[in-house]
């Protein structure tokens, strides 16, 4: 296992449970194996057998956990974690997998805190590191994500894996060229890192050095490759041979990417059902109404200072969060759940978890539920700001950029009356070919063109209904106007919120503020048009999403 031969270390395995069948260790060797190969269900069969013959192992029932959470079975990954941490409480690697569930549950908060709690009793363990740095991206604090990363490779300088991820989030924050040095410092360590190869690909594009390239083809013929494993090298080649003009063979990469993708998510529990998203909107639009509007009038936060940037991923919105927020009166927040987390805490809120619909609350919701999740939700934006080091005396306006609160758009202008929605649009096509060539980490129907163009209707459907209903004035502006007419676009920003020119907001790109986003490079670089009908390039590989969509 350890000199990369997994198809050997099995049949040494498998032999070890044959001679010993009532060893539980070779059993759970055996089990290891099996999921470093892929094969989840066998490996959950090993481990089943080890437990039957050693329940008391906390190692082991860490190991059942981490294969539950795999298949995104969270709930039963939690339950095998406590059992772990009954038998051994101070058990490192199994508090750490309890936190890491925790995060994937989406309660970014409460991972951090337990991560913290880990590293404040043991200083030096490195995995805890990892998993903070992971859980303050997810919550979008990217400047202390970044700095953990950094103190999570100094711990383990010879994984190379840690330095991948610090280059990662270093790429996603907009620093390219220190994430490049991270990197190859990974690629140092291991050569045949592939989370390095891609990130390089992607930052690099077409100016990858040839021999990189070369690098990761092999790979995709190495023997230990697995579906995740090479859907991330297909992603980094379709890269790279966008960036070199070469459309056929990016093109023949993405589709592999994208189809590699599914498979080894779906094996993992992931599932997208387009009609459920659909009857969400539903939802939306039979809810939000002009009579709620009417009854709720006046009921929010009347503070001036939020600004909602908001619209399709891909479609400028960090384009235009990083134009405001280089203005000196204009605090950038980045992407945050914030809007999503109050309104799905209805229910709770209103005395009624898991009995009660978020729908049922909204034709019960009266002022104090709204007041308090909008104070709420504006304290922890003025926390970000407190946090950065900005006076808030100097601010007049935050950014809170999240693209998916387009659908929100409801709850946001009625926990926040005087707040300003600018809605970011572009070209779907351009969107839809850069979601398809984008490795998400967390959207679901970013994989299928069939589900990225139903995804577009769908929010075709609710923002036609905002435009209809919203009680307050929408900003609407388009992507191929902001790269062609830089200045003019700026103008409309500042004049909508209401404040005046500042020359900074033309030299976003040398801001040194970091963001949570998946545009890579495009924070660190000019206005650039070769995005504008880049659709065109893939028009033959895009045929079942055109044919669905009428421009």
């Known amino acids: 296992m350890a000199v990369g031969q997994p198809e050997r270390a099995l049949e040494y395995c498998r032999r070890a449970t044959e001679s010993e069948a009532k060893n539980s260790q070779a059993w759970m060797n055996l089990g290891t194996v099996f999921r470093t190969l892929g094969q989840l269900e066998a490996a959950m069969d090993a481990y089943g057998k080890a437990y039957d013959l050693n329940p008391d192992s906390a190692m082991l029932c860490t190991l059942i956990g981490q294969i539950w959470q795999e298949v995104s079975e969270l709930p039963q990954a939690l339950t095998w974690y406590d059992k772990a941490l009954a038998i051994e409480p101070e058990r490192l690697d199994s508090r750490c997998a309890f936190a890491g569930a925790i995060l994937d549950l989406g309660d970014s908060a409460t991972a951090i805190t337990r991560y913290q709690e880990i590293i404040e009793q043991h200083s030096d363990y490195g995995e805890a590191y990892s998993g903070l740095s992971q859980a303050l991206w997810e919550d979008g604090d990217a400047e202390e994500a970044v700095a ?18 610090l280059a990662s989030i270093l790429a996603s924050a907009g620093d390219v060229e220190s ?13 045949n890192c592939i989370p390095a190869l891609v990130n390089l690909a992607q930052n690099l594009r077409g100016k990858l050095p040839p021999e990189d390239a070369q690098q990761m083809e092999n790979l995709l013929e190495a023997k230990w490759a697995r579906e995740g494993t090479q859907s991330a090298l297909h992603f980094g080649l379709a890269h790279y041979y966008d ?4 459309y056929a063979q990016a093109a023949t990469h993405a589709i592999a990417a994208n189809k590699l993708h599914t498979a080894h998510k779906q094996e993992r ?3 997208y059902n387009p009609d459920d998203y659909a009857q969400y909107i539903d939802q939306l639009i039979a809810h939000f109404t002009p009579e709620f509007f009417q009854r ?3 009921m929010g936060n009347p503070s001036t200072a939020p600004v909602f940037i908001v619209g399709m991923p891909r479609s400028g919105t960090t384009l235009t969060e990083q134009i405001l927020a280089s203005h000196p009166q204009v605090f950038g927040a980045g992407e945050r759940n914030f809007a999503g987390n109050c309104f799905n805490s209805l229910p709770a809120l209103m005395g009624h978890p898991g009995s009660t619909t978020v729908w049922d609350c909204l034709q019960q919701l009266g002022q104090p539920q709204i007041l308090h999740l909008a104070d709420w939700h504006l304290a922890q934006l003025e926390q ?7 006076e808030r005396e100097n601010v007049q306006r935050i950014v809170d950029k999240m693209p998916d609160n387009y659908s929100l758009l409801g709850w946001i202008v009625t926990a926040f009356p005087n707040a300003k929605i600018i809605h970011c649009r572009r070209d779907v096509r351009d969107v839809a070919v850069s979601c398809w060539m984008t490795q998400f980490k967390s959207i679901r129907w970013a994989f299928d063109l069939t589900h990225i163009a139903e995804r577009i209707q769908q929010y075709w459907r609710i923002m036609e209904h905002w435009r209809r209903v919203l ?50 490079t495009q924070v660190r670089q000019p206005i650039y048009k070769r995005s504008v009908e880049r659709w065109r390039s893939y028009e033959e590989a895009l045929q079942p999403l055109l044919e669905r969509l009428t421009i």
């Open 179 to 191: 994430a490049n040095a991270a990197n190859r410092e990974a690629l140092a360590v291991n050569p």
């Open 148 to 165: 953990v990363a950094y103190r999570a490779v100094e711990l383990k300088p010879e994984n190379a894996s840690l330095r991948a991820h």
């Open 471 to 520: 009680p307050v004035p929408m900003l609407e502006i388009d992507y191929e106007e902001t790269v062609d007419q830089q200045t003019a676009q700026t103008v409309r920003l500042l004049d909508f919120i209401g404040l005046e020119w500042d020359d900074a907001c033309m030299q976003f790109h040398k801001t040194e503020r970091l963001v949570r986003t998946a545009s890579v």
């Open 296 to 298: 709720t009038q006046g």
């Open 384 to 390: 970000l700001l407190t946090k950065a080091g900005t």
């Open 243 to 246: 960036g070199c003009k070469n």
């Open 269 to 271: 529990g992931w599932d």
